[in-house]
């Protein structure tokens, strides 16, 4: 062949070859697939904003962070963004947040039980709601037993439930409910329900019939199919992407899963980061949410991983955390009921910086009851007869308390303790209804106690009278195989009246008061009791510094105490104790704050110690565990419960008040070397200041 032939051969495969790829890069790119939604982080970290709710309790409209709730137990949000709370307690209402962040109300007024137009209707503990396809809202309404309908109209019908606590199948109307709590819908419009105290899952068919898919005659904790399962008080439902339906088992600490098929299984087992599940939220690749009895928030990959995001140390924590629903963007709304707050909690973002890149603490959050909230009103009473008659005070909040095993500082009192004689009424100082499903707890055991709205009762046989015999109806009691007593399981929605019997003392021979929300706790002195007085002065008995040991420095031949200028610095202790009017001679009690001042050889105060440093106050409870360690120094408290002395002796560098809990010394780097005075201060709730050694004289070396 020749060269020219070779020559057009190359010439017209070239040729082709580029009208090929002109072709190519003519032709329209195939389009691409739209992007499905993003996977779930896993362990972000939450900035925590406050939706509404000034933290205080009642019922206020309006802007969000001004609004009032008594109770925002449930809460829901439609694709306008709208979130929807049912809000019980005292309002008995269901609320909304709009997005612009102004609050209303959707329906009800006044506690009972009525249907009708939204604004006349009555609903009695509302709890958690759902919404279906078309916009209508359904609400657990478990103080009547009953579920209920708001429809898009704005009508409220009883869906199904005679209004009798019990348990029966059948027709709606004849159907029986005992205190329901959780609600949801699928998407064929049957709504499943979480019959609370019946310990069973049900279920309302489009038809009106309502059957029992899961949960036997008894509580318990079995996987199974239908009625052989056991469940012991579901409070909460969620659906996960296959269809299956997850349920917060409370007492089991768990989180349970009902097939479509009937058969149960559980999700998250108990023994981890979940204690006492209250809400649950579930996203598109099956990441749950998780909030608990103790205030935290818990994320659960689908594989089964578990972390906390909120409320385990030193990340903040809720008091009743009891709602849970996803936004659009992957964040969480959260209710938190004890605290009269709605938040809405996302990732944190800093510009600039990538998702890992983020803080590993979140910005402060405004979380928990407002600290200067009322008080209930209890007009003066005591938790014992004569309720308008004094009784001896023998604990108050704050007080460094030890354990069985032998450790001296192993909690803090969060409360105040009234002697009374085993097997004494303890009655309501308030009037109060119980809030929480888990109201009462530990039956038998030294620290058996009731919650009734904001007041905690313990050191009590809960709702019976010595002989163990239940006062009334309102005190159901689960009895075990043997007919021994095992639980006594007072629901949610429950009234009484202030001088209602709650109880009888146990063993412990005093009843305890606590006021606040758990780990909010104020100090419940100030609720005032009538014949209450404290006109002792409290007494110093000594003040101390502590070299990086925790050991006093000795002092030199002088009696005075050196302490070096330079270096870390020292602990000051302030050993003191208290007394009230009346009270035996022997019962010391805690000090309501103490704190130290820095004066000059001559006693004049220097320079910013004009007042004392009051650094420990215990005008309301410290959240995180170690505030024991903090406030109190070594060698104080008792051992065992009952020891004959209790010391308290206070670290007063550190910092234990108003919530806070902070580590601090006295650092003399600043003052020129020689002669000073260390003072003691130390002044009890009524204001009396102590007496007693309080000069401690000290040299700073150069």
């Known amino acids: 062949m020749t060269r020219a032939r070779w020559a057009g051969i190359a010439v017209v495969a070239a040729a082709t070859l580029a009208a090929l790829a002109w072709t190519f890069l003519r032709s329209d790119p195939v389009p691409e697939p739209p992007p499905g939604p993003l996977p779930t982080p896993l362990g972000w970290i939450a900035q925590i904003d ?54 209303d109300t959707l329906a009800g007024q006044g506690e009972g039980w009525r249907d009708g137009p939204a604004l006349q209707a009555q609903f009695n503990t509302p709890s958690q709601i759902a919404l279906d396809a078309a916009g209508n809202l359904f609400v657990a309404d478990t103080g009547n037993h009953v579920i209920r309908r708001i429809s898009v109209d704005g009508t409220v019908s009883t869906l199904a439930g005679d209004g009798q606590p019990g348990f029966a199948d059948g027709a709606a109307a004849q159907a029986r409910f005992n205190g ?17 105290w019946n310990d069973r899952i049900r279920v309302i068919e489009t038809d009106g019939q309502v059957r029992t898919l899961a949960g036997g005659d008894a509580p318990g904790n079995v996987d199974g199919a239908g009625i052989g399962a056991r469940f012991d008080t579901p409070v909460s439902l969620a ?82 955390p009891s709602a849970l629903a996803l936004d659009a963007d992957g964040g969480l709304y959260l209710a938190d009921a004890a605290s009269y707050r709605v938040h809405h909690l996302h990732p944190v973002v800093v510009p600039g910086l990538a998702r890992q890149e983020t803080p590993t603490t979140p910005p402060p959050a405004l979380i928990g009851p407002a600290p200067d909230a009322p008080l209930p009103a209890t007009e003066g009473r005591w938790p014992l007869d004569p309720q ?20 001296s500082r192993h909690h803090l009192h969060d409360g105040f303790d009234i002697r009374g004689d085993v097997g004494q009424t303890v009655r309501a100082v308030a009037d109060g209804k119980v809030s929480s499903p888990f109201g009462a707890w530990s039956v038998g055991d030294q620290a058996e106690g009731l919650a009734l709205d904001r007041i905690r009762y313990i050191h009590m046989k809960v709702g019976r009278d ?11 009691q689960l009895l075990d195989l043997d007919g021994k007593l095992e639980r006594v399981r007072v629901r949610r929605g429950t009234r009484f009246q202030a001088g209602d019997p709650l109880g009888s003392i146990n063993r412990m021979a005093h009843v305890h008061l606590s006021v606040g929300a758990s ?10 009791f009538t014949g209450y007085a404290d006109a002792f002065a409290p007494r110093i008995t000594g ?23 330079l270096g870390p610095g020292v602990q000051i202790v302030v050993e003191a104790w208290d007394q009230v009017d009346h009270n035996l001679p022997r019962r010391r009690l805690g000090l309501y704050q103490v704190g130290y001042q820095i004066l000059d050889a001559a006693g004049q105060p220097l320079l910013g110690y004009e007042q004392p440093r009051f650094n420990i106050v215990f005008n309301r409870m410290p959240r995180e565990r170690s505030a024991t360690l903090v406030a109190y120094a070594p060698d104080s408290g008792i051992t065992v419960h009952g020891s004959a002395v209790t010391r308290f002796r206070y ?39 102590a007496v007693g050694p309080r000069d401690l004289k000290v040299t700073v070396l150069p």
């Not at 780990?519 to 002195?525: D, I, K, L, Q, T």
Request: net charge negative; proline share 6%.
């Open 651 to 689: 670290l007063v560098t550190n910092t234990v008040r108003d919530g806070l809990v902070e580590t601090g010394r006295w650092l003399p780097e600043a003052l020129p070397a020689g002669d000073y005075i260390i003072r003691g201060s130390a002044r009890d709730y009524s204001g009396n200041e």
């Open 180 to 196: 329901p709590m959780g609600v949801a819908v699928d998407a064929q419009g049957r709504v499943f329900v979480a019959d609370t």
């Open 519 to 528: 780990g909010f706790e104020r100090n419940a002195v100030a609720l005032g």
């Open 543 to 565: 003040v101390e510094v502590l070299d990086d040991a925790d050991q006093p420095i000795t002092p030199g031949a002088d009696g005075r105490v050196p302490i070096s200028r």
């Open 466 to 476: 010595p002989q163990g015999r239940a006062f009334d109806a309102r005190w159901p």
């Open 388 to 407: 308008q008659g004094w009784h001896e005070v023998v604990g108050t909040l704050g007080e460094v308390r030890g354990s069985f095993k032998g450790e």
């Open 239 to 320: 659906w996960d992407s296959h269809g299956n339906l997850l349920i917060a088992d409370l007492y089991n600490n768990a989180v349970r899963r009902l097939a479509a098929n009937g058969t149960v299984d559980t999700r998250v087992p108990a023994g981890g980061l979940v204690s006492g599940p209250m809400a649950l939220a579930v996203t598109h690749d099956d990441v749950l949410y998780v909030s608990d009895i103790n205030g935290k928030l818990v994320q659960i990959s689908a594989y089964g991983h578990a972390v906390a995001l909120v409320g385990v140390p030193p990340q903040p924590r809720f008091s009743r």
């Open 50 to 103: 406050l939706l509404a709710g000034d933290g205080v309790g009642g019922l206020q409209e309006g802007a969000g962070v001004q609004a009032r709730f008594a109770d925002p137990y449930g809460l829901v949000v439609d694709a306008q963004g709208v979130v929807y709370v049912a809000d019980a307690g005292d309002n008995n209402r269901i609320r909304r947040i709009h997005p612009d962040g102004r609050v």
